[in-house]
């Protein structure tokens, strides 16, 4: 993880090459996040355009370079919010690009399973399950007790196993 500090350091002297590297190295984990949240492609794709703006124009507002990962998305966080407040509703399944999904490479079955699962839990089990954030930082990025999350992690696993029909033994 050198490379990604060395870039961190560039990015913060504003050099525009080494916070473009910066950013598509951290893509792919604000499409899941920001998917988890919004559920369509058009929207992802402006809360990540708003992320990325936001982030070159603060970048000198960050404190420690090696919390850059969890500032970046703290920052997607509040731009899948605000967009979704802008458009006053969820998508379903039904407003999903299948297309995308069939082209991803997420497992359909999963993907499905997340779209339909509430959203407070789903964003939970994206940022643990799939980013690799611990309770503690999912509790920072959300603004909620760690407690909180603990709950929702149990509750989002519990719910995905009665989807998929697992019975407790």
């Not at 499409?31 to 990540?48: G, H, K, P, W």
């Not at 297309?99 to 509430?118: H, P, Q």
């Not at 089990?125 to 930082?137: D, Q």
């Amino acid at each position: 993880m050198q490379e990604i500090e060395e870039l961190i350091k560039k990015a913060k002297g504003r050099d525009p090459d080494a916070f473009t590297r910066l950013m598509q190295f951290y893509m792919e984990d604000m499409y899941r996040v920001a998917i988890a949240i919004l559920m369509n492609d058009e929207d992802v794709a402006d809360a990540i355009q708003d992320t990325i703006l936001t982030c070159w124009e603060k970048i000198d507002t960050l404190r420690e370079d090696k919390y850059f990962r969890t500032w970046m998305t703290r920052i997607l966080i509040n731009k899948s919010y605000d967009i979704r407040k802008k458009r006053g509703n969820i998508i379903g399944l039904e407003g999903y690009d299948q297309e995308t999904v069939a082209n991803d490479c997420y497992n359909f079955e999963l993907k499905e399973a997340l779209m339909a699962m509430d959203e407070k839990y789903r964003a939970i089990m994206i940022l643990f399950y799939s980013e690799g954030y611990r309770t503690k930082e999912i509790a920072k990025l959300l603004h909620i007790p760690q407690s909180t999350v603990q709950t929702r992690l149990k509750r989002g696993r519990e719910w995905l196993a009665k989807y998929y029909g697992v019975k407790k033994e």
